[in-house]
Each structure stands twice: as structure tokens, then as C-alpha cells.
């Protein structure tokens, strides 16, 4: 059974950091796109950063110059570096994983970031 499991959210303050990490229990990892998505209270799920097999990182404009997406193939782990956060990033953060060509896209659980003074 597919799983992606993330660690590393909580409760920072305006201008911190926090690291995000995601393990997926994928064969054959490198092929997926993966991704983070997050969900704030009221509002639809949004797509913060992704990242290609070919390791090309894509952000939404609100996270550019302060969030990085990286993956390690060997250890099947994604992460998601978060600087300088602010409340508007409070939010449930998810893991997720696409490969669209073989029909296949696998959620986590999510993890919560809360930014507040």
C-alpha cells in the first residue's frame, strides 16, 4: 500500500523556519512528480511548490524567495524548507505524488503549520 507520510509542521512564529518532510513508500520514486499542497481554513486546496523528476522546482508567486522544494530518489523523501513565514501560511500541508501518464496520484495525510505571534 501506497503511503506518503509528512512530519515537521507546528506552531513557529511570524519571520521562522520549519522544514517539511515527506516519505513516500513508492517503488520506482523518481518517476513522480511530487509536490506540496496546503488548505487553510474555509479556503480550496492550493498548490505551493512542486518538483519534476528532473528536478525542476516550480513555486506559487506567495512562496517564491521563501520556500524550497527539494527530493532525495535515494531516500524517497521530498522537503519543503519554509523562510521568513507569515500567518497567511498558516495552513494543513500535504504531500503529494502524480504520475499522470500511468494514471496514478497518491495523497498524505498532511501536517499543520500554524504561524503565530
Known amino acids: 500500500q501506497v503511503q506518503l507520510v509528512e512530519s515537521g509542521g507546528g506552531l513557529v512564529q511570524p519571520g521562522g523556519s520549519l522544514r517539511l518532510s515527506c516519505a513516500a513508500s513508492?517503488?520506482?520514486?523518481?518517476?513522480?512528480?511530487m509536490a506540496w499542497y496546503r488548505q487553510a481554513p474555509g479556503k480550496q486546496r492550493e498548490l505551493v511548490a512542486s518538483i519534476t523528476t528532473g528536478d525542476k522546482a516550480n513555486y506559487d508567486d506567495s512562496v517564491k524567495g521563501r520556500f524550497t522544494i527539494s527530493r532525495d530518489n535515494a531516500k524517497k523523501m521530498v522537503y519543503l524548507e519554509m523562510n521568513s513565514l507569515k500567518p497567511e501560511d498558516t495552513a494543513v500541508y500535504y504531500c503529494n505524488a502524480a504520475a499522470f501518464r500511468l494514471g496514478r496520484e497518491y495523497w498524505g495525510q498532511g501536517t499543520q503549520v500554524t504561524v503565530s505571534s
Open positions: 513508492l517503488s520506482a520514486f523518481n518517476i513522480y512528480v
